[in-house]
Antibody, heavy 119, light 111 residues
Framework: EVQLVESGGGLVQPGGSLRLSCAAS????????MNWVRQAPGKGLEWISY????????YYADSVKGRFTISRDNARNSVYLQMNSLRVEDTAVYYC????????????WGQGTLVTVSP | QSVLTQPPSVSGAPGQRVTISCTGT?????????VHWYQQLPGTAPKLLIY???NRPSGVPDRFSGSKSGTSASLAITGLQAEDEADYYC???????????FGGGTKLTVL
């Protein structure tokens, strides 16, 4: 069974940092493309970052570029999102998602972790 | 403002058929990029419902179907059931933005 389990969310002040982790199991993580998608409270879905299976290709949405860093550790079957210079508008549930074979869609989602940025 | 446009809400009675539209532009759906649909039940993570415009993952009932034409796509749900009450999102890729893009979501209410 495919499982994606996020952790690391919480309450942080504006300008602060947080590191999200996503532990994957039940599939060949080493060969999988991973992404992060977020959802602000009561709002829609927003793609924010992509990392290829070997970490050679990385993309970010303009809204987080220069502030967030995606990485992965294939030995630990994990993907991470380092979030710096956090803003109130970064408040959201952050989902770790697996992209299906470079086909630009997400076939498995984690349960999400809530990040709240507030003074 | 989402790149893909969906109606904020649709509704239907049990057993009826409803459709949800997803309108894009020539830099996403109109460029030939596939459209995918997700269902988000209240309080849960989104789940893949339709991929590659028309394909259903294993376990998704055939009451759900997708189509695409030009710069738009649609999700149709037939034989509406109370358990279908959820938010539905379309998704594609935009070559101008070099990014995955979502619709704003449509809330389906089963009357």
């Amino acid at each position: 069974e495919v499982q994606l389990v996020e952790s690391g969310g919480g309450l942080v002040q504006p300008g602060g940092s947080l590191r999200l982790s996503c532990a994957a199991s039940g599939f060949r993580f080493t060969y999988s493309i991973m992404n992060w998608v977020r959802q602000a409270p009561g709002k829609g879905l927003e793609w924010i970052s992509y990392i290829s299976s070997s970490s050679t290709t990385i993309y970010y949405a303009d809204s987080v570029k220069g502030r967030f860093t995606i990485s992965r550790d294939n030995a630990r079957n994990s993907v991470y999102l380092q979030m710096n210079s956090l803003r109130v508008e970064d408040t959201a549930v952050y989902y770790c998602v697996r992209e299906s074979g470079g086909a630009y869609y997400f076939d498995f989602w984690g349960q999400g972790t809530l990040v709240t940025v507030s003074p | 403002q989402s790149v893909l446009t969906q109606p904020p809400s649709v509704s239907g009675a049990p057993g009826q058929r409803v459709t949800i539209s997803c309108t894009g532009t020539t830099s996403n759906i109109g460029s030939g990029y596939d459209v995918h649909w997700y269902q988000q039940l209240p309080g849960t993570a989104p789940k893949l419902l339709i991929y590659g415009n028309i394909n259903r993952p294993s376990g998704v009932p055939d009451r759900f179907s997708g189509s695409k034409s030009g710069t738009s796509a649609s999700l149709a749900i037939t034989g509406l059931q109370a358990e279908d009450e959820a938010d539905y999102y379309c998704q594609s890729y935009d070559s101008s933005l070099s990014a995955v893009v979502f619709g704003g979501g449509t809330k389906l209410t089963v009357l």
